[in-house]
């Protein structure tokens, strides 16, 4: 029996949270479930970065779960997915899940994901960073998980901010073989050249 085409996205409140509304919004016409958990935090960002409602995201997924549902269908690996991505993703909550000491349903969640060894991506949004991160960071690499920080791919040459955007989210989904025809992919023929 097949896994289930089914994908919890995480939505913390770091800056950046039109990374985790543009992966709901290109992952909408594939053959994929989505699972959408804000945190409070994410609510908040909402507000100071767009000028959407909490109701619009929500809608953007097929299910959303309130963030202190610890009972819901994620918290629970019998429930089976693809994995998750948490975009953007706080310190606070990487830090969470790489201690297992979870508080919400979206660190819950995760923990699952890793338990399960399925695959979690974590677009961690912080710099610079100190080294208390980047060992945590470590510790989560080596308990499976993929820390993808949003980082801009400038050979793509981007002419907007969607365009980044775009591109960071498409390589994320890229992990778990999702193809959203976003990316400009390097050796392709549609990429600008520079001749030296």
Not at 65 to 92: E, Q, W
Request: aromatic content about 4%; hydrophobic content about 45%; some cysteine.
């Amino acid at each position: 029996m097949s896994t289930p085409s089914r994908l919890i996205i995480g939505i913390t409140g770091a800056t950046g949270i039109q990374f985790g509304i543009r992966m709901l919004e290109l992952l909408k016409p594939l053959p994929v479930t989505t699972h959408l958990v804000m945190s409070a935090t994410a609510e908040v960002a909402l507000a100071y970065e767009t000028t959407r409602k909490v109701a619009e995201i929500r809608e953007l997924a097929d299910v959303w779960h309130p963030v202190n549902d610890l009972g819901a269908a994620i918290s629970s690996g019998s429930f089976k997915t693809l994995g998750m991505v948490v975009a953007p993703c706080t310190i606070r909550t990487m830090s969470e899940i790489a201690t297992g000491v979870t508080t919400t349903l979206l660190s819950r969640a995760a923990d699952v994901v890793l338990k399960e060894r399925r695959r979690l991506v974590l677009m961690v949004r912080e710099t610079p960073l100190h080294t208390g991160h980047l060992r945590t960071m470590t510790q989560l690499s080596e308990m499976g998980a993929i820390i993808a920080p949003p980082v801009p791919a400038f050979y793509a040459a981007p002419h907007t901010l969607e365009d980044m955007v775009d591109h960071a989210v498409g390589r994320v989904l890229d992990l778990f073989d999702l193809d959203t025809n976003v990316v400009k992919r390097w050796g392709e023929d549609d990429l600008p050249r520079r001749r030296v």
